[in-house]
């Protein structure tokens, strides 16, 4: 039996959801209908799908019944769709972040338990086939002790995003990904952060977290630069790997641990540059691939592999960012 999903908003990142929900088999999915308040955009989104299109999501939940709501419109609407879709026991894919506030991710996870709904949050980095690569590489051991993770996610400025700045807009995606890959929590971040363009919410941050392991994790992320990068990297006592998220390409740079007779270059030397190694890495959309995963799950009964605590962690995370640059200070995650 197919899974019927309705999308609420049909903007950018609304019609790319429409494009690969569309792209599925109807014995998989079936998508039954768009909500958009913007006319043109809902115009837009029927006549490119052919998809019932509706002014009102309440309506449309009401009039095709899915099994499974997704929510792509500005973060300050995440709440009132969300949670009125898991009220009526429909299950909900919410775009990153989950929520405005902590306290509102914790009301739908709530409404999600009480109603019997699931909810999965669109962290899509983590279907990024590159990051799951990674994932494997570093759980083998191949880095030995991890020392460090470095973020850099910046790019132009976006007008299409009003409603929060870059902590909560881009820097969830690599706070997700971090903690997927070391597998431990948070104990303390630190933020520096400045308004040059957006003058209601940031639209640059210097973030360091520190993992309860030891780990250091650095974020490097705006909306002032003139040209597109998203890149992470680990290092680990045996080399680095080096991520692109938009090319799916994967590098390992090997420290050279070539003995040598000179003691006192050896002694200087420590770290030197060995192989660097292209890993193949195959190819695949992660909005899909987040799809085939949520799909998968909602069918045999389990949570989907990134959940609504997964979002609220992630959430927490970015607020205290945030709060870290309005204190001046450190900010403690067990606080």
Not at 127 to 145: K, S
């Amino acid at each position: 039996m197919s899974l019927k999903v309705a999308v609420v908003g049909a903007g950018s990142m609304g019609t790319n959801h429409l494009r690969v929900l569309q792209d599925f088999d109807d014995d998989l999915v079936q998508l039954v209908g768009v909500a958009e308040s913007q006319e043109p955009e809902l115009v837009r989104a029927v006549r490119r799908f052919h998809v019932a299109g509706f002014a009102d999501y309440r309506r449309m939940i009401f009039e095709t019944c899915p099994d499974l709501v997704v929510v792509v419109v500005p973060t300050h609407l995440h709440y009132a769709v969300a949670s009125y879709a898991l009220e009526q026991g429909i299950h909900v894919l919410i775009e990153k972040p989950i929520a405005t506030t902590e306290q509102e991710a914790r009301s739908l996870i709530e409404l999600g338990r009480s109603h019997g709904a699931s909810i999965a949050v669109g962290h899509v980095e983590r279907f990024n086939p590159a990051v799951i690569a990674l994932r494997q590489l570093i759980a083998t051991g191949t880095l030995g002790q991890i020392f460090s993770l470095h973020a850099r996610r910046i790019g132009p400025y976006s007008p299409r995003i009003r409603d929060v700045g870059v902590a909560l807009d881009l820097a969830t995606h690599d706070l997700d990904a971090m903690r997927s890959l070391i597998g431990v929590e948070v104990e303390r971040v630190y933020a520096e952060t400045q308004r040059r363009i957006e003058r209601q919410h940031e639209d640059l941050l210097f973030g360091i977290v520190r993992f309860a392991n030891g780990t250091v994790g650095m974020l490097d992320v705006n909306w002032i630069t003139p040209t597109k990068v998203r890149e992470l990297s680990v290092t680990g006592e045996r080399g680095m790997y080096l991520a692109n998220y938009l090319t799916q390409e994967l590098y390992f740079y090997e420290n050279d641990y070539t003995p040598t007779s000179w003691e006192a270059l050896r002694t200087q030397l420590g770290v030197s540059e060995g192989t660097m190694t292209r890993l193949k890495v195959q190819k695949v959309e992660p909005l899909r691939a987040e799809y085939e995963d949520i799909v998968a799950a909602l069918k045999a009964g389990h949570s989907p592999t990134v959940s609504a605590e997964d979002g609220l962690a992630v959430l927490q995370l970015a607020h205290r960012l945030i709060g870290s640059t309005r204190a001046g200070e450190v900010i403690a995650c067990n606080a």
